[in-house]
T-cell receptor, first 113, second 115 residues
Framework: AQSVSQHNHHVILSEAASLELGCNYS??????LFWYVQYPGQHLQLLLK??????LVKGIKGFEAEFIKSKFSFNLRKPSVQWSDTAEYFC???????????FGKGTTLSVSS | GAGVSQSPSNKVTEKGKDVELRCDPI?????LYWYRQSLGQGLEFLIY????????KSGLPSDRFSAERTGGSVSTLTIQRTQQEDSAVYLC?????????????FGPGTRLTVL
């Protein structure tokens, strides 16, 4: 069965610090990988996604993620966080033949100004 | 419409009552999904509709949960004989064609509280 593990439940950073949120997945076939973000009081929105090709994927707001197949990982990074990045971040996987997103339990990021 | 809409935004009900939650997907999207977001459980898939195909109900937690999609557009999620553990935010998402490459766009959710 597919599953997603996010290593950090709550991350606290100061503005301008670098960010890396861990995500590992379990799936036996070709996967599609996603990061979604939920800002306070807003609905889930897509940050970035990976299907094939370049394993380094760039998304909105300066975020990027790297797919490392050998490690079953899809970690999210940002070189310099801002206060406005305070949100909950969800990693998700979908099998090539699948339809539903399987989400990790999420990581809450708090950025202090 | 511009995005996925859901109603009501909040619903408080008493244990044992039935509730209906509504989702209006993005116009032209053939795929529609229901998820549930609860403390400690994160985001869980419930059910998926694609066009006129039989829905994928594999995520429904019990037979008290059901959903329908009329005319390939609006969907209603029904929970019968609600229990306190049903308290959660119910999210609807839609995508253009239901393919793995199609982005799922989420609505704002319905917060259900069962007293």
């Amino acid at each position: 069965a597919q599953s997603v593990s996010q290593h950090n439940h709550h991350v606290i950073l100061s503005e301008a610090a670098s960010l890396e949120l861990g995500c590992n997945y379990s799936y036996g076939g070709t996967v599609n990988l996603f990061w979604y973000v939920q800002y306070p009081g807003q609905h889930l929105q897509l940050l970035l996604k990976y299907f094939s090709g370049d394993p380094l994927v760039k998304g909105i707001k300066g975020f990027e993620a790297e797919f490392i197949k050998s490690k079953f990982s899809f970690n999210l990074r940002k070189p310099s966080v801002q206060w406005s990045d305070t949100a909950e971040y969800f990693c998700a996987v979908m099998g090539q033949a699948g339809t539903a997103l399987i989400f990790g339990k999420g990581t809450t990021l708090s950025v202090s100004s | 419409g511009a995005g996925v809409s859901q109603s009501p935004s909040n619903k408080v009900t008493e244990k044992g009552k039935d509730v209906e939650l509504r989702c209006d997907p993005i116009s032209g999207h053939t795929a529609l999904y229901w998820y549930r977001q609860s403390l400690g459980q994160g985001l869980e898939f419930l059910i998926y509709f694609q066009g006129n195909s039989a829905p994928d109900k594999s995520g429904l937690p019990s037979d008290r949960f059901s959903a329908e999609r009329t005319g390939g557009s609006v969907s209603t999620l029904t929970i019968q004989r609600t229990q306190q553990e049903d308290s959660a935010v119910y999210l609807c998402a839609s995508s253009l064609g239901g393919r793995a490459a199609d982005t799922q766009y989420f609505g704002p959710g319905t917060r259900l509280t069962v007293l």
